[in-house]
């Protein structure tokens, strides 16, 4: 069987990819410890300890279907993406006591506001050696022991992170609803009152339009579900009721089902 | 029943607060003890092979699945050296035999198939203690009353090497069981007790025998004549802290615990409650007795309620700071080590995990950093 951790970026990240794989690629989330490879379940988290800590932090998804297993685990930022790769290939470790070669590494960042992959894969490498990872080509090493290693970036048409990609998912379903909420993020992003708030988010501007995305999504998800985050729409609303054939065909979205078909 | 009682109500107060604040006293104050060992490798001993314990730390606790050698590694501690007299060496390696017969030591001595067990101590101060254990075993016939018997000898040797720079000259002892109608006789070098020069006080409690009262009550001797009952004290309070005093009363020796309710009722012996109090009793007088030197704890947590364990941790923590004492502790409990990653200062806690992997044991160090990563930011199971 094959053994995935997958890294993404964050929490809009981790519920668009597993939905993804969920309603394109059929896979299934594990619901029982017993029935998880230890590869995986060795990152269940035995909550609480004798400290008395409710709070959960850093749980990843566990899927499978026929040949594979999948990690998924939002790395709370970019630039913490190579440190959650780190410490998860330590905890396999720990479990085993060697580190397991069976494992793949696979890593999906938002573009941002940078078109050059060749860029982006540099920034990566570099916070790859920080994290005295070494990353070449499709080969990552860690502690002398070589892991498959594959990277996704999207949207794979322009510049932004997966917020677009939701957009453009909503914008097919509920078009009507995504211009109004299109509307009240240009409002939010134009209007000299909101500066405040804008300047809270980010200095530059062109990273304050990602935010902005980010409050359409929100505004978005706010009618569609409102007692809940807008990741529990994407997974539970918006991707469940297009046919998923329709969603791999949208141009920012069509690279990455391709990749997660390729694991 | 000795000495006059000396009921101290005012004592009898809640631990926990009063031990932590102690414990923290003890840091703002910086009392520093030493690390003893450095460094344990364990080659062919039981059912650990080529196994590396390095860094060891002031507290080291030992995890991992049965059967992969956590209590193995308390017991190389003990052949590798670690003991100051020649019936606690020997304790040690029968302790796990059920029966003294000839067929258990055997197989409690000798390493599977392998003829020599070898186990190297590497000390803070840079010297080593190497030393290898071999077991023997031969046939003898004995002929007496026209009878011709088989007498069936198993004899350990245990070869150790001590270098501080240079190398001393090896000292050598033997031990033999010899089996003769079905019944296993012990007989050692008379040699022996001198032979051993670099004497480590060492203390070591475990589930299988903290049941034994003799080992209890020889090891509170020690601690009534170091005026140490207090300490004694505080650690019974962390179970009930209605306890004011005890005492060792009767011609059997038994253990009396005296409430500030005794009063109204009858004081009762320490059997009378329940294993947890006893085994942490025992383990405090133990810890008491290690000054100086080390203390192996099996299963620390048998038979110890979780909330008690903070009080206990923290009070083993204190002491062995006080009596610079190293820790080696082996558990199973995900709680224990949650305690001991709050309870002990940075930098002075590493687990060690072990696993059987071909050919050899594999280790896996785990500092006070990675634990925090490890069951604080990511909530993963380490055993």
Redesign the interface.
Same mark, same amino acid.
């Given at each position: 069987m094959k053994i995935i951790y997958l890294f993404v970026e964050g929490n809009t990240d981790k519920f668009v990819v597993e939905s993804l794989l969920k309603r394109r690629l059929k896979y299934r989330n594990y619901v029982n410890e017993k029935d998880t490879p230890k590869l995986l379940s060795c990152h269940i988290p035995k909550y609480p300890g004798a400290n008395g800590q409710l709070e959960r932090r850093g749980i990843p998804s566990f899927l499978y279907k026929d040949d594979a297993s999948i990690l998924l685990v939002s790395a709370n930022g970019k630039e913490q993406v190579c440190s959650a790769i780190r410490e998860r290939l330590r905890v396999a470790e720990l479990q085993f006591g060697i580190a397991n070669e069976d494992i793949s590494i696979a890593v999906v960042l938002d573009r941002d506001a940078e078109m050059n992959d060749e860029v982006i894969k540099s920034k990566l490498l570099k916070q790859a050696g920080n994290n005295r990872l070494v990353i070449e080509k499709d080969i990552l090493t860690c502690e002398d022991v070589r892991y498959g290693f594959s990277l996704c970036i999207i949207p794979a048409d322009r510049k932004g992170t997966i917020e677009k990609v939701v957009i453009d998912i909503a914008s097919k379903i509920h078009p009507e609803l995504t211009n109004e909420a299109g509307l009240y993020k240009k409002a939010i992003e134009e209007k000299e009152d909101y500066r405040k708030y804008r300047n809270k988010w980010a200095s530059d501007p062109q990273i304050q339009s990602f935010y902005a995305d980010k409050v359409q999504v929100g505004a978005i998800s706010t009618v569609l579900k409102p007692d809940s985050s807008p990741g529990i729409m994407i997974n539970d609303i918006l991707i469940t009721e297009m046919d998923i054939d329709q969603i791999c065909e949208l141009p920012s979205i069509k690279r990455i089902v391709q990749y997660l078909e390729d694991l | 029943m000795t000495g006059k009682l000396s009921l101290d109500t005012k004592n009898n107060r809640t631990l926990s607060n009063d031990r932590r604040q102690e414990s923290k006293k003890d840091l703002d104050e910086g009392i520093e003890s030493t690390v003893l060992l450095n460094r344990l490798l364990v080659d062919s001993f039981r059912g650990l092979k080529n196994a590396e314990f390095c860094k060891l730390n002031r507290v080291n606790y030992v995890v991992g699945e049965n059967n992969s050698g956590k209590t193995s590694v308390l017991e190389a501690l003990v052949a590798g050296g670690c003991y100051s007299d020649s019936r606690f060496f020997l304790d040690t390696m029968l302790a796990r035999s059920q029966k003294m017969i000839l067929e258990g030591v055997k197989n409690m001595l000798r390493p599977v198939g392998e003829e020599i067990s070898r186990i190297t101590i590497t000390f803070s101060n840079g010297s080593t203690l190497k030393t290898e254990l071999t077991c023997k075993e031969r046939t003898e016939i004995l002929q007496s009353d026209n009878k011709i018997k088989n007498k069936r000898l198993l004899t350990m040797t245990v070869n150790s090497i001590f270098g501080d720079g240079q190398l001393s000259e090896p000292k050598t002892f033997w031990v033999n069981f010899e089996q003769n109608d079905k019944k296993t006789f012990l007989r050692r070098d008379p040699s022996l007790e001198h032979k051993k020069k670099n004497r480590i006080p060492c203390q070591f409690v475990s589930f299988s025998r903290f049941d034994r009262t003799d080992k209890i009550l020889e090891v509170l001797d020690g601690v009534f004549i170091n005026n140490q009952r207090e300490k004694l004290l505080d650690v019974l309070k962390i179970f009930d802290p209605n306890v004011v005093n005890f005492e060792v009363v009767g011609e059997d020796r038994q253990i009396l615990v005296f409430g500030k309710d005794d009063h109204e009722s009858d004081p009762l012996y320490l059997n009378d409650y329940g294993n947890g109090m006893y085994k942490a009793f025992y383990i405090a007088c133990a810890a008491l007795q290690a000054t100086n030197g080390i203390l192996l704890i099996d299963e620390l947590e048998a038979g110890i309620h979780?909330r008690a #364990?903070?009080d206990f941790i923290t009070y083993l923590d204190t002491i062995s700071k006080k009596q610079n004492i190293q820790l080696f502790i082996t558990t199973h409990s *995900? +709680? *224990?080590l =949650?305690?001991a990653r709050?309870t002990h200062h940075d930098g002075d806690m590493v687990v060690y995990?072990i696993?059987r /992997?071909e050919g050899k044991s594999?280790v896996?160090r785990?500092n006070h950093n =990675?634990m925090d990563? #490890?069951? /604080? +930011?990511? /909530?993963? =199971?380490?055993r």
């Open positions: - | 979780h #364990l903070v *995900l +709680e *224990l =949650d305690v709050q995990k696993k /992997g594999v896996k785990i =990675d990563l #490890l069951r /604080g +930011e990511l /909530g993963v =199971d380490i």
